[in-house]
Nanobody, 127 residues
Framework: QVQLVESGGGLVQAGGSLRLSCAASGRTFSGYTMGWFRQAPGKEREFVAKITWSGGSTYYTDSVKGRFTISRDNAKNMVYLQMNSLKPEDTAVYYC????????????????????WGQGTQVTVSS
């Protein structure tokens, strides 16, 4: 059974940083694309970032480019999201997701492409 468990969320002041982690278990994730999504109250779930198995391809939504960095450690089955220069509009529940194929460009942003999801971790940025 595939399991994704996020951690690292919390309350931070605007301009601060957080590092989210996602621990994947239950199978080998070779070839999988890993992504981060977020959902703010009253809004739809939105794509944040993704990384392919090799780590050679990353993709970010425009609002986080230059501030967030996605990375992965395949030996540990871990995915990370380093978030710097946080803004109040980054406040949301952040979800880790896994897709059983390599996703590139605009295909990466569709939640339906991701078969597995974590339970989410809350990130709150105060102004």
């Amino acid at each position: 059974q595939v399991q994704l468990v996020e951690s690292g969320g919390g309350l931070v002041q605007a301009g601060g940083s957080l590092r989210l982690s996602c621990a994947a278990s239950g199978r080998t994730f070779s070839g999988y694309t890993m992504g981060w999504f977020r959902q703010a109250p009253g809004k739809e779930r939105e794509f944040v970032a993704k990384i392919t198995w090799s780590g050679g391809s990353t993709y970010y939504t425009d609002s986080v480019k230059g501030r967030f960095t996605i990375s992965r450690d395949n030996a540990k089955n871990m995915v990370y999201l380093q978030m710097n220069s946080l803004k109040p509009e980054d406040t949301a529940v952040y979800y880790c997701a896994a897709a059983a194929s390599s996703l590139y460009g605009s295909t990466s942003v569709d939640p339906a492409r991701y078969a597995y999801w974590g339970q989410g971790t809350q990130v709150t940025v105060s102004s």
